[in-house]
Nanobody, 121 residues
Framework: EVPLVEFGGGLVQPGGSLTLSCAAS????????MSWVRQAPGKGLERVSS????????YYADSVKGRFTISRDNAKNTLYLQLDSLKPEDTAMYYC??????????????RGQGTQVTVSS
């Protein structure tokens, strides 16, 4: 079990912003790439954004590119996702996920319990 606890979800109007946080513990945080993944009602998991262990390389899904920003603070063992210009289609449960190495954005066998983001007027 890898403790990953997400914070910061909520209800926001279209065009609004949220900041999600993920507190990690029980492992050397900087040694692992991390991702944010989401699951909308009735849909599968979608990897939204990823960041390598040092924070020097990032990935964004086309659906969020230019609107979301991933970052990490290795001193605080915390992963962040800034969500701007939110759209109703961003409504989903958002999970932070741990990869197997510091540079791999492939498999993510561990994820937290999630935080709900709802975009609605």
């Amino acid at each position: 079990e890898v403790p990953l606890v997400e914070f910061g979800g909520g209800l926001v109007q279209p065009g609004g912003s949220l900041t999600l946080s993920c507190a990690a513990s029980g492992f050397t945080f900087s040694n692992y790439a991390m991702s944010w993944v989401r699951q909308a009602p009735g849909k599968g998991l979608e990897r939204v954004s990823s960041i390598n262990g040092r924070g020097s390389t990032t990935y964004y899904a086309d659906s969020v590119k230019g609107r979301f920003t991933i970052s990490r603070d290795n001193a605080k063992n915390t992963l962040y996702l800034q969500l701007d210009s939110l759209k109703p289609e961003d409504t989903a449960m958002y999970y932070c996920a741990k990869h197997l190495t510091s540079e791999s954005f492939g498999v993510y066998p561990y994820r937290g319990q999630g935080t709900q983001v709802t975009v609605s007027s």
